[in-house]
């Protein structure tokens, strides 16, 4: 409880238990903190993959956070019945759609994630090398990359690679039946706009702009209620 919920260090922990007469070293407090979790984190997991299956909305944000000495970022994903938190190092649509992605590793082909690249106006010569490849499913990243070295695609393009593996990753969470009438609402920051998720109202740009406030949602729900 000092740990988890009071903010107390692993460090602070292992002096309070000295300094009552415990005899502890820091590795065996962490070792008693970071054992048996295994059931934790997997119920963890199912009610962020129930959330996104599920959920009629999911709420976004993301902010700094500090761990092990290094910068991060913490990214949260809610709804209204649920509200679940992960830390990385990237704040970026590549982490969060491997967020959505919620504990699947796969890159996977499919019509989501074709319709991800035109919306993102990829080369359509590029479509069609992946759209004509009978290999469909990645098990992994390295997997993935590889198959775009196979394809002689331009993998020192950083912006293809990148358009092409969030495409990729959209197409996983949609083959796992995760966001499918789900509205994202977020601050409108970049990394949370995903250009074929269903939107409120146009902007300038042509884009889509998500809904920010619980009665842009309300009327939005109403519009792909109706829709559907």
């Known amino acids: 409880m000092l740990h988890a919920q009071g903010q107390?260090?692993?460090e602070r922990l292992t002096s309070i238990l000295n300094g009552?007469?415990?005899?502890i070293s820091k590795r065996q407090v962490v070792r008693i903190l970071t054992t048996g979790l295994d059931d934790f984190v997997a119920e963890d997991q199912a009610i962020l993959r129930t959330g996104l299956a599920t959920?009629?909305?999911?709420?976004v944000d993301d902010t700094g956070a500090r761990h092990a000495r290094r910068d991060g970022i913490t990214t949260q994903i809610g709804g209204e019945r649920f509200s679940v938190f992960?830390?990385?190092?990237?704040?970026?649509?590549l982490n969060f759609l491997s967020l959505l992605r919620e504990g699947y590793e796969d890159y996977i082909i499919n019509d989501a994630e074709l319709d991800y690249m035109r919306q993102r106006k990829v080369a359509p010569d590029v479509i069609a090398r992946l759209a004509g490849h009978p290999e469909t499913s990645f098990c992994s990243q390295m997997a993935?990359?590889?198959h775009l070295?196979?394809?002689?695609?331009?993998?020192?393009?950083?912006?293809?690679v990148r358009e092409v593996s969030e495409a990729a990753l959209?197409?996983?969470?949609r083959h796992h039946g995760l966001m499918g009438h789900a509205v994202v609402v977020s601050d409108d920051a970049g990394q949370f706009r995903i250009p074929i998720m269903p939107c409120v109202g146009p902007m300038p740009s042509g884009c889509c702009k998500m809904p920010k406030t619980p009665e842009q949602t309300r009327k939005w729900l109403l519009y792909r209620d109706l829709k559907l």
């Open 86 to 93: 992960r830390t990385g190092r990237s704040k970026s649509r």
């Open 170 to 173: 959209w197409g996983a969470v």
């Open 144 to 146: 993935w990359y590889d």
């Open 8 to 10: 107390v260090t692993t």
């Open 20 to 23: 009552i007469g415990m005899e």
């Open 149 to 160: 070295v196979r394809l002689r695609l331009d993998v020192f393009d950083p912006s293809l």
């Open 55 to 59: 959920a009629p909305y999911i709420s």
